[in-house]
T-cell receptor
Framework: DAGVIQSPRHEVTEMGQEVTLRCKPISGHDYLFWYRQTMMRGLELLIYFNNNVPIDDSGMPEDRFSAKMPNASFSTLKIQPSEPRDSAVYFC???????????FGPGTRLTVL | GDSVTQMEGPVTLSEEAFLTINCTYTATGYPSLFWYVQYPGEGLQLLLKATKADDKGSNKGFEATYRKETTSFHLEKGSVQVSDSAVYFCALTSIKAAGNKLTFGGGTRVLVKP
């Protein structure tokens, strides 16, 4: 298996622009998680899905952030409009239904100028 | 709620030194405990885990024992290598946590010098 796939790996954008991050979970995993990692705040869980349904989005920082999972093999995290404080590494992870290990993607490094 | 506390870094060591990273937790019920490692420029990957009290997880020379009486899961390695330089995260998932939701510690950066 190719593991969790994220794109793009790096994104540089200007303040006010829309940013879309993409994730393809491991086939057969029915939980998908979005995390944000910064030096100041460490690793934060933003939202997670089960069977394509958002279960807990309490970590989403503001209405500027939204996430979707239209099918079992694809999810997006969108920031609109983006701000410099959104600069971070965003990770996607997926897990088996009955296991308790999460598999992480390589992350997307977002820089908002 | 659940929480994980781990020692702050950075921890700087010489090659072949002994490494210990302390981790303590607070959780309801009987959590499963994990150590994840993040190498530079990469995502997190599972290093080892333990699912019940007194279990010992081990991998790549690292070990950690689930100590329920002290609510701890300290990570140890007897002889570190330069390639062990990374950030290490202690984490737990509670049996009551839906969807294998992980609670992470703040991470400990380890730097091993030749």
């Amino acid at each position: 298996d190719a593991g969790v796939i994220q794109s793009p790996r790096h994104e540089v954008t200007e303040m006010g622009q829309e940013v879309t991050l993409r994730c393809k979970p491991i086939s057969g995993h029915d939980y998908l998680f979005w995390y944000r990692q910064t030096m100041m705040r460490g690793l934060e869980l933003l939202i997670y899905f089960n069977n394509n349904v958002p279960i807990d989005d309490s970590g989403m920082p503001e209405d500027r952030f939204s996430a979707k999972m239209p099918n079992a093999s694809f999810s997006t995290l969108k920031i609109q409009p983006s701000e410099p404080r959104d600069s971070a590494v965003y990770f996607c992870a997926s897990s088996f239904p009955l296991g308790n290990e999460q598999f992480f993607g390589p992350g997307t490094r977002l820089t908002v100028l | 709620g659940d929480s994980v506390t781990q020692m702050e870094g950075p921890v700087t060591l010489s090659e072949e030194a002994f490494l210990t990273i302390n981790c303590t937790y607070t959780a309801t019920g009987y959590p499963s405990l994990f150590w994840y490692v993040q190498y530079p420029g990469e995502g997190l990957q599972l290093l080892l885990k333990a699912t019940k009290a007194d279990d010992k997880g081990s991998n790549k020379g690292f070990e950690a024992t689930y100590r329920k009486e002290t609510t701890s899961f300290h990570l140890e390695k007897g002889s570190v290598q330069v390639s062990d330089s990374a950030v290490y995260f202690c984490a737990l998932t509670s049996i009551k946590a839906a969807g294998n939701k992980l609670t992470f510690g703040g991470g400990t950066r380890v730097l091993v010098k030749p």
